[in-house]
């Protein structure tokens, strides 16, 4: 099984950057779809962004589009999420997860959690 650990949330300004960093280690993240998700207090938790696993075909919610992007590196078994313009309704813990076998965006969106292998997540905070 895939372990995943996430780096990267920090305090930041509206209108700042920060990318965050999905490290995996166990077995090899390159065949396998990613996302990301996060969940403000209070609130349920959102998918945010997803990639394939050859990291040719990504999705966005409504909100982060065009903002945020999502990648992958096979080499560092690793995925990131690039947060630019970022706004305090951005504010959350951010969660990365994995398939457990499947390699489409739809294997993350579709996916009940309990099918998906998951981070322990970072803390994003935008705030002046």
């Known amino acids: 099984q895939v372990q995943l650990l996430e780096s990267g949330g920090a305090l930041v300004e509206p209108g700042g950057s920060l990318r965050l960093s999905c490290a995996a280690s166990?077995?090899?993240?390159?065949?396998?779809?990613v996302g990301w998700f996060r969940q403000a207090s209070g609130n349920e938790r959102e998918l945010v962004a997803a990639?394939?696993?050859?990291?040719?075909?990504?999705y966005y919610t409504d909100s982060v589009q065009g903002r945020f992007t999502i990648s992958r590196d096979a080499a560092r078994n690793t995925v990131y999420l690039a947060m630019d313009s970022l706004k305090t309704e951005d504010t959350a813990t951010y969660y990365c997860?994995?398939?457990?076998?499947?390699?489409?965006?739809?294997?993350?969106?579709?996916?009940?959690?309990?099918?998906?292998?998951w981070g322990q997540g970072t803390q994003v905070t935008v705030s002046s």
């Open positions: 997860a994995a398939s457990r076998a499947g390699n489409s965006i739809a294997d993350i969106v579709q996916a009940p959690p309990h099918n998906l292998n």
């Open positions: 990639i394939n696993w050859s990291g040719h075909r990504t």
């Open positions: 166990g077995r090899p993240l390159s065949s396998v779809s």
